[in-house]
C-alpha cells in the first residue's frame, strides 16, 4: 500500500526512490533531494534564483549581492544582513562603513556635513579634521576659526566686529535701535554693520541687504563668500541679473559678465550661436532661452528640459523649450522618451525613468524627492550638478529645522548640523529665519538647502 503525502502527492518507498511533484505543494522528497523527472535525485549546492540583497549567492554565479552596490565601493545598501555594513549612502563611493573583519576600513570622515563612515554622525571631532590653524563648521567647512563662527562667539557683553579682518571681539553690543543710519545690527554678532549690496565680500549673512553670504566657488568658481540671492528663474533677480544654475549645483541672482556672457537683443526663441547675442544671455540647442527650475517656471506649453549650452559651462542647463510630448517625470523610459530629456537608469527601480528639475518635492510625483543628480561626464567633459526629483529610496519624513543625525530620517535626504534641510531655490520655500544657500555635499558639488540665517 502506498502512502499519500501532501495532498497528492506520491512517495514510493523503493530504491531509487519515486516521486511525484504537484504544482503548489512542499517537494516530496526527503531532506538534501529534491523531485526531478519523477525521481528523488540528491539536491544541486545551490538552486539559481534571483540575486537579492541579503549576503547570499541566490543566482550560484560565486558572486553575493552584486547588483546591490550602485557606486561600486564594496558596501550594498542592506548590508548582506549586517547592520553594521550598511552602506548609509549607495549613490556616493566616499561613503561608506567598514567591514566587520576588518580588512576594508570605513570611509575616511571629511568636513563635508555627512556622514562618511556611516556611523550616524555628522563631522565628529571637528578640530582633526582641517588644517592644524583650521576647524570644521556645519555648512561652511573648513574656516580659520573666528567670532562669526559657532563655537567661537564672543563673551557676553563683547560684540564681534566683522570689518576686522578676521573678525574679531569687542567690548559693547548693539541693540536693534543703536546703530547710526544706514547701518544695521547684527544679531549674531552683536556689531553695527553696514548691509551690503549682492556680489560684495562678506563674511556674515546680516551683512547682505538681500539673500545671504554664500561662497563664490558654489556661483562662479570664485574665492571666499559673496553676498548672493537665491532664485528659481530669470523674473525672481533685481532689473540686469539672470538666474544662473552652476555646474556645481549652486543658483543665485548673477551679472552676465561674471559667467562670461552679456545681454544682447536677441529675443527668446531667436537663433544663436552664442549667448552675447541674446536678451538672456544663453544660447542653449542654438536658440535663446531663459532657464528653469521646473516646469512651473516655463510659460504654458513649454517644457523644463534638458538642453545643450553653445559656448558656456555647464554644458548641460535646464531651460524652458517647447512640449513636444513624452513621458512625464517619475514614469518609465528607454523606448520612449522624456518630456524633461532626463532619461536615467535607478536600480532602485529596476529600470530606466524619467527625472526631471524641481525647486522642491512638491514639485515631484509622491513617489520621489526633489534632490539632485550629476548628468554629462563623458569623453573628459565635467559632469554637471543638477536639482531634480529623485526616486524616493528612504521613509524619512522630517523637514526644515527638524533634528536628525543622518538624512535617512529627512524627508529631502539632507542632515545639515543636525537639522534637516528641505531642498529648495528662493527663501520663500524656507521657514522663518532660514534662508536658501549652497550646502557643500563634497567633491566641490553644492546643493541647494534650507538652512538657518
Given at each position: 500500500?502506498?502512502?499519500?503525502?501532501?495532498?497528492?502527492?506520491?512517495?514510493?518507498?523503493?530504491?531509487?526512490?519515486?516521486?511525484?511533484?504537484?504544482?503548489?505543494?512542499?517537494?516530496?522528497?526527503?531532506?538534501?533531494?529534491?523531485?526531478?523527472?519523477?525521481?528523488?535525485?540528491?539536491?544541486?549546492?545551490?538552486?539559481?534564483?534571483?540575486?537579492?540583497?541579503?549576503?547570499?549567492?541566490?543566482?550560484?554565479?560565486?558572486?553575493?549581492?552584486?547588483?546591490?552596490?550602485?557606486?561600486?565601493?564594496?558596501?550594498?545598501?542592506?548590508g548582506?544582513?549586517?547592520?553594521?555594513?550598511?552602506?548609509?549612502?549607495?549613490?556616493r563611493?566616499?561613503?561608506?562603513?567598514?567591514?566587520a573583519?576588518?580588512?576594508?576600513?570605513?570611509?575616511?570622515?571629511?568636513?563635508?556635513?555627512?556622514?562618511?563612515?556611516?556611523?550616524?554622525?555628522?563631522?565628529?571631532?571637528?578640530?582633526?579634521?582641517?588644517?592644524?590653524?583650521?576647524y570644521?563648521?556645519?555648512?561652511?567647512?573648513?574656516a580659520?576659526?573666528?567670532?562669526?563662527?559657532?563655537?567661537?562667539?564672543?563673551?557676553?557683553?563683547?560684540?564681534?566686529?566683522?570689518?576686522?579682518?578676521?573678525?574679531?571681539?569687542?567690548?559693547?553690543?548693539?541693540?536693534?535701535?543703536?546703530?547710526?543710519?544706514?547701518?544695521?545690527?547684527?544679531?549674531?554678532?552683536?556689531?553695527?554693520?553696514?548691509?551690503?549690496?549682492?556680489?560684495?565680500?562678506?563674511?556674515?549673512?546680516?551683512?547682505?541687504?538681500?539673500?545671504?553670504?554664500?561662497?563664490?566657488?558654489?556661483?562662479?568658481?570664485?574665492?571666499?563668500?559673496?553676498?548672493?540671492?537665491?532664485?528659481?528663474?530669470?523674473?525672481?533677480?533685481?532689473?540686469?541679473?539672470?538666474?544662473?544654475?552652476s555646474?556645481?549645483?549652486?543658483?543665485?541672482?548673477?551679472?552676465?559678465?561674471?559667467?562670461?556672457?552679456?545681454?544682447?537683443?536677441?529675443?527668446?526663441?531667436?537663433?544663436?550661436?552664442?549667448?552675447?547675442?541674446?536678451?538672456?544671455?544663453?544660447?542653449?540647442?542654438?536658440?535663446?532661452?531663459?532657464?528653469?527650475?521646473?516646469?512651473?517656471?516655463?510659460?504654458?506649453?513649454?517644457?523644463?528640459?534638458?538642453?545643450?549650452?553653445?559656448?558656456?559651462?555647464?554644458?548641460?542647463?535646464?531651460?524652458?523649450?517647447?512640449?513636444?510630448?513624452?513621458?512625464?517625470?517619475?514614469?518609465?523610459?528607454?523606448?520612449t522618451?522624456?518630456?524633461?530629456?532626463?532619461?536615467?537608469?535607478?536600480?532602485?527601480?529596476?529600470?530606466?525613468?524619467?527625472?526631471?528639475?524641481?525647486?522642491?518635492?512638491?514639485?515631484?510625483?509622491?513617489?520621489?524627492?526633489?534632490?539632485?543628480?550629476?548628468?554629462?561626464?563623458?569623453?573628459?567633459?565635467?559632469?554637471?550638478?543638477?536639482?531634480?526629483?529623485?526616486?524616493?529610496?528612504?521613509?524619512?519624513?522630517?523637514?526644515?529645522?527638524?533634528?536628525?543625525?543622518?538624512?535617512?530620517?529627512?524627508?529631502?535626504?539632507?542632515?545639515?548640523?543636525?537639522?534637516?534641510?528641505?531642498?529648495?531655490?528662493?527663501?520663500?520655500?524656507?521657514?522663518?529665519?532660514y534662508?536658501?544657500?549652497?550646502?557643500s555635499?563634497g567633491?566641490?558639488?553644492?546643493?541647494?538647502?534650507?538652512?538657518?540665517?
Amino acid at each position: 500500500m502506498l502512502p499519500i503525502l501532501s495532498g497528492c502527492t506520491l512517495l514510493v518507498a523503493d530504491d531509487p526512490i519515486r516521486c511525484v511533484a504537484q504544482p503548489g505543494e512542499p517537494d516530496p522528497c526527503p531532506r538534501a533531494r529534491v523531485c526531478v523527472s519523477g525521481f528523488c535525485v540528491p539536491a544541486p549546492e545551490c538552486m539559481p534564483t534571483t540575486e537579492l540583497c541579503n549576503g547570499i549567492d541566490d543566482d550560484c554565479d560565486s558572486n553575493v549581492d552584486e547588483g546591490h552596490d550602485d557606486d561600486g565601493d564594496g558596501f550594498t545598501w542592506c548590508g548582506g544582513g549586517r547592520v553594521n555594513e550598511v552602506d548609509c549612502d549607495d549613490a556616493r563611493a566616499d561613503v561608506h562603513p567598514g567591514d566587520a573583519s576588518g580588512t576594508r576600513p570605513a570611509a575616511q570622515e571629511l568636513c563635508d556635513s555627512r556622514d562618511n563612515d556611516c556611523d550616524e554622525r555628522v563631522d565628529e571631532a571637528p578640530e582633526t579634521l582641517c588644517a592644524p590653524t583650521e576647524y570644521c563648521f556645519a555648512r561652511l567647512g573648513c574656516a580659520p576659526p573666528n567670532c562669526t563662527l559657532p563655537g567661537f562667539e564672543c563673551d557676553q557683553g563683547d560684540s564681534c566686529d566683522v570689518a576686522q579682518s578676521p573678525p574679531a571681539c569687542v567690548t559693547g553690543v548693539c541693540t536693534p535701535t543703536s546703530c547710526p543710519n544706514g547701518q544695521m545690527c547684527d544679531q549674531s554678532s552683536g556689531s553695527c554693520v553696514l548691509p551690503l549690496p549682492l556680489d560684495s565680500p562678506c563674511v556674515v549673512s546680516a551683512q547682505c541687504a538681500e539673500g545671504a553670504c554664500v561662497p563664490a566657488r558654489a556661483l562662479t568658481g570664485g574665492s571666499g563668500s559673496v553676498c548672493a540671492k537665491a532664485c528659481c528663474d530669470d523674473t525672481q533677480c533685481p532689473s540686469g541679473r539672470i538666474c544662473w544654475a552652476s555646474g556645481n549645483g549652486g543658483r543665485a541672482c548673477v551679472l552676465p559678465g561674471t559667467i562670461g556672457s552679456a545681454s544682447g537683443a536677441g529675443a527668446l526663441g531667436s537663433p544663436c550661436t552664442r549667448g552675447t547675442e541674446c536678451a538672456s544671455a544663453r544660447c542653449l540647442d542654438g536658440v535663446c532661452s531663459q532657464t528653469c527650475s521646473a516646469d512651473p517656471s516655463c510659460p504654458s506649453g513649454d517644457s523644463c528640459a534638458l538642453l545643450l549650452s553653445d559656448d558656456l559651462d555647464p554644458e548641460q542647463v535646464l531651460a524652458c523649450t517647447p512640449d513636444t510630448g513624452g513621458a512625464a517625470v517619475g514614469e518609465a523610459c528607454g523606448s520612449t522618451s522624456c518630456a524633461s530629456r532626463m532619461c536615467v537608469f535607478r536600480l532602485e527601480v529596476g529600470g530606466s525613468v524619467c527625472l526631471g528639475g524641481c525647486r522642491t518635492t512638491a514639485d515631484c510625483p509622491d513617489t520621489m524627492y526633489c534632490g539632485s543628480v550629476m548628468v554629462g561626464g563623458g569623453m573628459g567633459s565635467p559632469r554637471t550638478n543638477i536639482q531634480s526629483c529623485e526616486p524616493r529610496i528612504h521613509s524619512g519624513g522630517a523637514t526644515s529645522g527638524e533634528s536628525c543625525t543622518t538624512g535617512w530620517s529627512c524627508r529631502d535626504l539632507a542632515c545639515v548640523g543636525n537639522r534637516c534641510a528641505d531642498t529648495c531655490c528662493t527663501d520663500a520655500h524656507c521657514p522663518t529665519d532660514y534662508t536658501c544657500a549652497p550646502v557643500s555635499r563634497g567633491s566641490g558639488a553644492y546643493e541647494m538647502r534650507c538652512v538657518p540665517r
